[in-house]
């Protein structure tokens, strides 16, 4: 069983470094310091190391990656790489440095790291696969580690909405919550808006636009988010404010960074948007995924893209009834 193999590792290593992808979202962090929380409370003696950049957001209740990480300690850890799917988008190039590699990740599979690889395209969340793992060795789960995988597992689910909520998710969410998650503070956390977000919010769902296909999409400018003082992050990670439209099959979101490239989140009610995503760089699930642009034409040209794919299923249905 993949669950124990993987397990073995951890138990045989004396030094950690766990990864994740780029910009993290609720699950890229949560499988990080979930799994890292799991291996320090079973194996106290252990050294383990997040890498990649602190999130200004999830740091707040999870805590901080290891910024000053040295060379030498990637070389002599095993590595975890979660929660992503090509190499590129990895936090932290440094991986490359061990010679020991896991990788965990529940998106489609794109291309190997090396090593152990567990990819599940059937779990919602990488923290819903963490969490099995746990359950599958019988190892200990305290209320830090809980939190942060639960949390992975409702951001990726969008509280248990979207299509891939299996009853898998829910037992295994229901399990953590055995362990002490307190779901009132984490889900104020979550989903609480300042003034000025509910503002920006208000302000695309008044101004938004749809292509002639259905796809509903915002360009937000540096300009614009400095008049709501927003970051690009926040900017594009809003998308789902577009969510169920009548007659809009994907909703997209363009946000300029501050290098003048283009950061793009996609969603989508049935149609694979990660073809779109993965064509410009970027990745992700079928009915989410994202990717960053160099230029407001490029993002122009995927936003064509996207209605080409709906015009496409539009005309297939037609052809079939």
Not at 69 to 94: G, P, Y
Not at 165 to 186: E, H, M, P, R
């Amino acid at each position: 069983m993949i669950t124990k193999k993987i397990w073995q590792e951890i138990r045989k290593a004396e030094s950690i470094v766990i990864f994740r992808h780029i910009k993290p979202d609720g699950d890229a962090y949560g499988a990080q310091m979930g799994l890292k929380e799991l291996i320090t409370f079973n194996f106290p003696t252990k050294k383990v190391y997040c890498a990649g950049e602190i999130s200004s957001h999830w740091s707040k209740i999870m805590g901080d990656t290891d910024t000053d990480l040295s060379d030498e300690i990637i070389k002599q850890s095993l590595v975890i790489i979660l929660d992503v799917a090509n190499k590129a988008r990895i936090d932290d190039q440094r991986f490359l440095f061990s010679s020991k590699i896991i990788k965990i990740d529940h998106h489609i599979f794109v291309e190997e790291f090396g090593g152990i690889e567990w990819v599940d395209t059937s779990s919602m969340a990488t923290c819903e696969m963490i969490t099995k793992m746990a359950f599958d060795n019988n190892a200990k789960i305290n209320s830090k580690a809980a939190t942060n995988l639960y949390c992975g597992i409702i951001t990726d689910s969008g509280r248990f909405l979207f299509s891939n909520t299996t009853a898998q998710t829910l037992i295994y969410a229901a399990k953590l919550i055995d362990k002490g998650v307190d779901i009132n503070n984490l889900y104020s956390f979550i989903y609480e808006n300042t003034e000025k977000e509910v503002r920006f919010k208000g302000y695309c769902q008044l101004n938004y636009k749809t292509t002639e296909h259905g796809v509903a999409y915002m360009f937000i400018t540096s300009e614009l988010r400095k008049q709501f003082n927003i970051n690009e992050n926040y900017g594009a990670g809003s998308v789902n404010v577009l969510s169920n439209i009548e007659g809009v099959n994907i909703h997209v979101f363009f946000s300029e960074k501050e290098d003048g490239k283009v950061k793009v989140e996609l969603r989508s009610k049935a149609l694979p948007v990660n073809i779109i995503a993965t064509k410009y760089g970027g990745g992700g699930h079928k009915l989410a995924s994202g990717a960053i642009v160099p230029s407001w034409e490029i993002a122009e040209q995927l936003l064509k893209d996207l209605d080409d794919l709906c015009k496409e299923s539009a005309e297939h249905y037609e052809a079939i009834f």
